[in-house]
């Protein structure tokens, strides 16, 4: 797997830890590049096959599901990527659990010292050092999209507090995504935001823009490439869950980026209408529901000044029947649960809903161009994005 860069609120893995997690990532490895190759080859020469003559024509998605679920090929890979999604997050917790009173106290620690010159430019007196900051709010009603499971079966998801102060739900997912990508999320989980830094470079170079919006933030991790390829700009993120914004917080502190980090729901924020030049979101969409995703664009629309831009960056749904089938084991098997529907949801549909004009509004397939030192298993990575101007 790809190094990770160490900073300071990640845990340190004990020997043992360590070996557990480099068991894990290797165990992934070997399931999505030897063995699920294989359920592709059980599809096109079986059970494809099969369901054409009997049916006559191409099947759907659950036609091919009713089927694979029965071959054993498939039940063992399937029970198999189970089993390792569950061992991921044992092997995260462990160091986590250890190690959490420290991490809660530097922390809280970043709330309150002044500012960390590490990472700031030399030779700058102390008041120009800018500063990020926090805010939660413990009254905002979580979705209940968030509440009902834990979704990609992470203990209590995002937004559970499981002692004062807690930041667990954040060093857990920022270690956690790592091991889920095989390393290929980057050294810093920072693939998706350098993607769409790159994707506005190139559609919108003259984009400069001085107030972004991250909806959806978790630890910060896109969050803080925004901040570092736009320094001039007032960068904010906002996240449903209180754990992993106090942990992207002490993060983005640590790393001497300055972001505005508060607890807020996507549908409707406390920002001022027309205060963004740029609102843009990471993978967040599919972890929401069809109606909160029309309210989601209309409240991107009100926060946008007029030629304002809204950029969400997801993860595409495969091409295929099988493809699809493939994507959507996630949402039965991962608690992923709504990011199966998103197969056929029309996004740009969904932006025009929140009041977008349809001129203004595209979905592209788009992946970032990468050096062979950047690539770990895929030559490139191949996203969804959905841009929309207001
Ligand atoms: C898969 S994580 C993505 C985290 C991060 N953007 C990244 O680049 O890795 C999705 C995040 O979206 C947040 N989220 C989902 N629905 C939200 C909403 N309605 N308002 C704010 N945050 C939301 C979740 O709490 C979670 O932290």
Redo the contacts with the bound molecule.
């Keep these: 797997m790809p190094a990770f860069r160490k900073h300071d609120m990640l845990p340190s893995p004990r020997h043992d830890e360590q070996a557990r997690q480099d068991f894990v990532g290797s165990l992934r490895g070997h399931l999505s590049g030897r063995l699920m190759p294989g359920a592709y080859q059980v599809y096109s020469r079986r059970v494809e096959p099969a369901l054409r003559a009997e049916l006559g024509r191409e099947p759907d998605e659950n036609e091919v599901r009713r089927a694979m679920t029965r071959e054993p090929y498939y039940q063992f890979w399937s029970a198999m990527q189970r089993r390792s999604q569950e061992l991921l997050w044992e092997s995260v917790i462990d160091p986590t659990e250890r190690e959490l009173p420290g991490l809660i106290e530097r922390a809280k620690a970043r709330r309150q010292a002044p500012a960390s010159r590490k990472g700031q430019q030399r030779g700058k007196a102390s008041p120009a050092v800018r500063r990020g900051s926090l805010r939660l709010d413990p009254d905002l009603p979580l979705?209940r999209?968030?509440t009902t499971v834990d979704?990609?079966l992470q203990p209590g998801?995002?937004?559970t507090d499981s002692t004062a102060d807690d930041v667990a739900a954040g060093a857990i997912?920022d270690k956690g995504?790592n091991l889920y990508m095989g390393g290929a999320?980057g050294a810093e989980?920072d693939l998706?935001?350098d993607t769409l830094v790159a994707y506005v470079r190139q559609r919108h170079p003259a984009s400069r823009p001085r107030r972004i919006l991250?909806?959806?933030?978790?630890?910060?991790?896109?969050?803080v490439v925004w901040a570092r390829a736009f320094p001039q700009a007032e960068v904010h993120g906002?996240?449903?869950?209180a754990p992993?914004l106090r942990y992207a917080h002490a993060r983005a502190e640590g790393l001497g980026v300055p972001v505005h980090f508060s607890q807020?729901?996507?549908?409707q924020t406390s920002f001022e209408d027309g205060s963004f030049d740029l609102v843009v979101?990471?993978?967040?969409?599919?972890?929401?529901s069809k109606p909160?995703l029309s309210r989601?664009f209309a409240e991107c629309r009100r926060l946008l000044r007029p030629g304002g831009l809204m950029l969400h960056?997801e993860i595409p749904r495969g091409h295929t029947v099988f493809e699809q089938f493939m994507h959507n084991w996630e949402s039965y098997n991962n608690n992923e649960t709504f990011s199966r529907y998103m197969t056929r949801i029309d996004l740009a549909a969904e932006a025009r809903k929140g009041g977008f004009e349809a001129s203004k509004v595209r979905v592209d397939e788009f992946a970032m161009e990468m050096s062979v030192a950047q690539m770990n298993y895929a030559e490139n990575f191949v996203w969804k994005i959905l841009a929309a101007e207001r």
Excluded: F
């Design positions: 979705p999209y968030h979704i990609h998801a995002y937004h997912y995504i999320l989980n998706m935001g991250d909806m959806g933030c978790a630890i910060g991790n896109s969050t906002i996240d449903v869950g992993v807020q729901n996507a549908e979101s990471h993978i967040m969409l599919h972890e929401t909160a989601i960056l």
